[in-house]
């Protein structure tokens, strides 16, 4: 798919400027201890069991876990995190794993545009306002890599649609299988672009007046689409009985108009966001004036791609088959879609330069953002994972929040729109090898592992649905009575500032009656306590 043909000229600022703010958007991932997220912390414990679950010395973690056998998706990240990246500690492998999405991400834009027309790649730079987005600081890291895996297949496709044979359809099937196991919405989304676009050139030749030629552009992508949709199938007729929730068209509106899907940690990122919303806006009338009257052409396909996944946005669930967030990850997708669409037009030279400066300058303003709050949570962060270093291996271990969003001096939340503690104890559990109580992942079906039903501690331990996570938690310690290993060796208690309230001041009373205090941190934030007579250097097998 071309477009017009450029000017010859050529712009060196643009390679430059890419490879500057890709080196410059790996500078978090390195810098910072931890790079603080809501849901990063429970990765890294599933990925520890994976990592650990054989082992002869093992037992307490088969008898708390099981594998998941099912081909799930949510699978992409566990792999890199386990088995792939096994040789490493488990904080180094995150920071290779966030690299390679922040090193991923602007690369497949680049490619899907030089399959659109190769001087359009320069576009790429629109890209990187969106790589530290609300799903990253959610710790959302699969949907993140198939943000990356979307544009490889969209790259793919777009390069030579009209020669898909079986080779090309075989490599088209394995990319879109890349994608489910990566997230099954955005396998919905590149299934709808991938038959949008084969449907659009076959419309078109009808109505440039050519022989039907549905065979010759719907049969590939169809066939390259059926493996990963029949999984799919399986995944959510499995779970077709599960809680489905939607947001209202109202707020679906707001959301979209001010790309709310990049807004998150801090307040400063909701007009950042929204000044990206803009520069589309603003470059999608530009393009829509250059189109004019001219007749219709395969790359308008994309366009109408992208109302399709308007439309999908505004009709879609935001949950369903236990999965969430489904319209904050639809969000991103029309404007994502739009930059191969602006690929295609021959832009003045003048509008060139002003892009390349605004999406540098919105790529910095984000990172300028981020950095400090990534910094002021690092430390809470810190002194957890200090305080965890105390515990021995072979142990169950419970991590109770009284701050998800951490606080200031003030009282006041630190985070915006995350909760960068609320799992924060599940480090811990990664670098110590503990069977974690409080990793909500093991309490779903769509994740590599889960509990076994007799141990599971959301359902014995709570004495609330999620008690273990709401503020203040709610839990029975004496209570969690389940066979031979059926007890909370640790406890950690975060954030407790004030001790008033029945539910805190139980909580208080059990870790009084059988515990004692191994470690407070100076500021009070973090207490460690130990079940009393358990030896302080025994491992527990």
């Known amino acids: 798919m071309s477009a017009a043909a450029y000017p010859a000229s050529r712009i060196p600022l643009e390679r430059v400027l890419f490879w500057a703010l890709l080196i410059l958007h790996l500078v978090p991932v390195w810098t910072l201890p931890f790079l603080p997220t809501q849901d990063g912390p429970g990765h890294q414990s599933v990925a520890s069991v994976l990592r650990h679950y054989g082992d002869p010395d093992a037992g307490l973690l088969r008898e708390y876990y099981q594998l998941n056998r099912e081909a799930i998706p949510n699978w992409l990240i566990f792999f890199f995190l386990g088995p792939a ?61 198939s943000l990356a895996a979307f544009f490889f297949t969209m790259g793919y496709y777009l390069r030579r649609p009209e020669e898909m044979g079986l ?25 709808a672009v991938l038959l949008t676009l084969a449907g659009w050139r076959a419309l078109l030749d009808r109505h440039l007046g050519l022989p039907p030629s549905a065979r010759r552009w719907l049969p590939a992508p169809v066939l390259a689409c059926l493996p990963a949709l029949l999984l799919m199938a399986s995944f959510v007729g499995a779970r077709a009985d599960a809680r489905v929730a939607a947001m209202t068209l109202w707020a679906k509106a707001k959301h979209l108009a001010g790309l709310y899907s990049l807004a998150s940690m801090t307040r400063w990122t909701i007009p950042l966001a929204a000044l990206v919303a803009v520069l589309f806006g603003v470059l999608t009338l530009v393009c829509l004036r250059l189109r004019g009257r001219r007749p219709l052409q395969a790359s308008d396909g994309l366009l109408a791609a992208a109302a399709v996944l308007l439309v999908t946005y505004f009709a879609a669930p935001n949950d369903l088959s236990g999965g969430g967030f489904i319209t904050h990850r639809l969000n991103l997708f ?64 419970l991590f109770l929040s009284y701050a998800h969003w951490g606080e200031d001096a003030d009282g006041q939340p630190l985070s915006f729109r995350t909760e960068p503690f609320v799992h924060a104890g599940s480090y811990i559990a990664a670098r110590r090898r503990l069977v974690d109580l409080s990793l909500y992942e093991a309490n779903e079906d769509y994740f590599p592992i889960y509990y076994r039903p007799d141990r599971n501690p959301y359902r014995h331990l709570a004495t609330v649905p999620l008690g273990i996570e709401t503020v203040p938690p709610r839990v029975d310690l004496p209570g969690y009575k389940s066979g031979l290993y059926g007890q909370v060796d640790y406890v950690m208690i975060w954030g407790l ?26 500021d009070g934030r973090v207490k460690l306590f130990r079940l009393r007579g358990i030896p302080e250097r025994v491992a527990r097998r």
């Open 167 to 191: 080779a090309r359809t075989g490599g088209l099937a394995l990319l879109v299988l890349l994608v489910y196991f990566c997230h099954p919405v955005t396998l919905v989304v590149t299934v």
């Open 85 to 145: 990246l096994g040789f490493l500690p488990m904080a180094v492998a995150e920071k290779v794993l966030l690299s390679l999405y922040v090193l991923l991400l602007p690369l497949s834009v680049r490619f899907a545009l030089r399959s659109v027309d190769r001087r359009a790649a320069w576009l790429s730079l629109l890209i990187f306002p969106f790589l530290y987005n609300y799903m990253l600081n959610m710790g959302f890291f699969n949907f993140c890599f």
């Open 334 to 397: 029309p404007f994502l879609l739009l930059i191969l669409w602006f690929g295609t037009f021959p832009l003045p030279e003048n509008w060139k330069k002003g892009l390349l400066t605004a999406a540098a300058v919105l790529a910095f303003a984000f990172l300028a953002a981020l950095a400090p709050i990534y910094a002021t949570l690092d430390e809470g962060l810190g002194q957890i994972a200090a305080a965890g270093d105390l515990i021995e291996p072979g142990h169950t271990f």
């Open 497 to 522: 500032r004030d001790s008033a309230g029945q539910d805190t001041a139980e909580i208080l009373r059990q870790l009084k009656t059988g515990y004692d205090l191994v470690r407070a941190s100076p």
